[in-house]
């Protein structure tokens, strides 16, 4: 397919049908999943059942706040309204197929949307701060070669409600219901898709979770990352309120680049970098933000490489940015191999000593393919 009408088809938003009242996000079972609707939409829904505005922050709080996940169980409500609910809403959209617990204490969940289609969501425990990785999409139609979800193709974009619910799902199973939301935890929109091919839900799901009175994660404590769908960096940039902002970038060249993520034939770096340049414009006081550049074993790894990326970033005077090596973490599916540790300290070198800043990050969860990369392998195992 074209990447434009691929990115036609899935910038548009997902299963929104329309209810006499108002629009609804509903879900295969034709109920509203009400963990995707923003406050005024709740009190919307509460309104047509003749229920005051307070009854819908009460749902709120209980689905948000204490992360409940059936409406007998908020046991605040009215009998009457609590049966209203169960007739024409759900709490919980998502089911857990699979769950495994790597050695490091990386969770991947493989959930599936009630309409059958796969999402992968990673809880990455650390001493300081816990990371969710969120999906915002089901598969992902941007054909990044060095990626497993890559192979899966498009299959939809994931809806406000199944991409809050993810972060639901993780925090229950690791804190259990009702418990508190650790303060400080961490949301990352790089699990599968691409998430500025479905920016409407997604920007809607983090104004839902931001809410002090539900899962209160803040933009501050969330990054999203993008393949370089430009124009949406541009809209990204004038957001009031935005989240962290990470480019994914694999190459210096755009040669390169079009073989390694071929988006790049849509948008090319020096689009990209133009994009890049008005966002750092944006960026707060103290803020930076992130260049991803997946390392690839005698790809993308050497000297020249490194270089070429210290130039680009002069070439459009990018100062206020990071880059972070991410190490590719393999997979029998691909054919690409890890760079070497002394290969990755080498190209961390290179950068550090042109005076830009580069990080290493630290492959989690390998042993359970839930690595940056190799996010459905299982998925894609099975089905080859
Ligand atoms: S790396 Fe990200 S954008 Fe590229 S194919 Fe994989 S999921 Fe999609």
Redesign the pocket.
Known sequence: MLLDSVYQTAAMPAERRFSANCDKIVTMSEKVHITGLKRAELEELAASFGEPKYRATQVFKAVHGRRLTSFDEITDLPKKFRAKLQETAEISSLTVESRYVSVDGTRRYLMKTADGYPVETVYIPSESRDTICFSSQSG?P???D??L??KLGLLRNLTPGEIVEQVIIVLNDVYGVGAETPHGTNLVGMG???PFLNFENLITALEIMSDEDGLFIVPNRVTVST?GIVPKIYEFAQLENRPHLAI?LSSAKDELRDTL?PINKRWDLGELMSAAKEFEGSLRRGERFTFEYVMLGGVNDADNDANDLADLLERFQLKRVKINLIPHNGAEQLDYNTSTPERVDRFKWVLESRGVSAYVRQPRGRDIYAAC?Q?AAKTVGSRQ
Do not use: D, I, R, Y
């Open positions: 992902c941007l054909k990044c060095f990626c979800t890559a599968a898709g691409e393949a994914s993520m990369g996010l």
